[in-house]
């Protein structure tokens, strides 16, 4: 096999396409009939692949994958010093093997992902993330900062009908937060449900939907990789209450967020913090 490419964005790439190729083999070959069993399954072969990538072609780098044991803990307050190793590490790659595992299980569904992101404590960016790729097999496409995607355009009907149209608000399909109606409601905006962070942040990145939004709940992994990609294709993210997201914090809890087009953060600013506030 050829050696992956030396450029970290370049390889997120690389690595996402991979493991989405093992996912989509994986669908094919357990079929749907036992959803659980397809879920675990995807979860441990993108897990390893990942693992096993990163620990040949970049072996002096700390990893943060949700499929880590003990993942979710708050490592500064409940585990012993010999574990913060991403802590004190100058890169962190930050891994979802399978966002959207649920979907993922569900016949038909094109919305879930794979996330692969590269935190660096010397970055240029609040956020610390400096390469990331969001793999969307299903959709056969993965976006990349090494390749940004164009800033999305302005949907069609907006263009011809000379009025912009409801915005167009992604929200989990299964999780939605509680305030989300009254938000919409409060800008005219229509809700359009979907699985996964990465792919609903994907569909802001081309254009089909305006704005994402998601409280009550999530970690470093749900969202890294996707805003390393929707920031570097010029988009808003940032914390519901407009403050800076941070990755590779002790606490891998990172419980909301909201990825939109510039021009809508204001007013999308202000009806959450005015429904949630
Ligand atoms: N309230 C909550 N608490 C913890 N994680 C949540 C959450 N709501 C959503 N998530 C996680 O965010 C990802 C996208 O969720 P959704 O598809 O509902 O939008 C999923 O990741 P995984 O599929 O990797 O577990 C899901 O587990
Ligand atoms: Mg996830």
Known sequence: MSS???????FARWLADRAGQALLRLRAELGFADPGALKSAGDKVSHELIRSELARWRPG???LSEEDEGSRLAWAAEVSSTSLSRLTADRVWIIDPLDGTREF??????????????????APTSH?????????????RVLGTD????????????????????????????????????????????????????AKIAAVVTGEVDAY????????????APVAVATATGLHASRIDGSALKYNEADPRLPD???????????LLAALHRHCG
């Open 128 to 140: 610390g993330l400096v390469a990331g790729a969001v793999g969307l097999p299903a959709q056969h």
């Open 257 to 267: 967020l909201l990825v939109c087009r510039k021009d809508l953060a204001s007013r």
């Open 61 to 63: 780098d700390a990893v």
């Open 213 to 224: 939004v998601h409280a009550g709940g999530q970690y470093e992994w749900d969202s890294a």
């Open 4 to 10: 992956p490419p030396m450029v970290d964005g370049a």
């Open 147 to 198: 390749a940004p995607p164009a800033y999305p355009p302005m949907r069609a009907e907006a263009a011809t009908a000379g009025g912009a149209g409801p915005i167009r608000l992604a929200a989990s399909r299964s999780r939605p937060p509680v305030f989300l109606t009254d938000v919409a409601a409060e800008v005219g905006a229509e809700l359009v449900p979907m699985g996964s962070a990465g």
């Open 105 to 122: 299980s569900e016949e038909g569904r094109a919305d879930w992902a794979v996330h692969v992101a590269l935190w660096a404590r010397n």
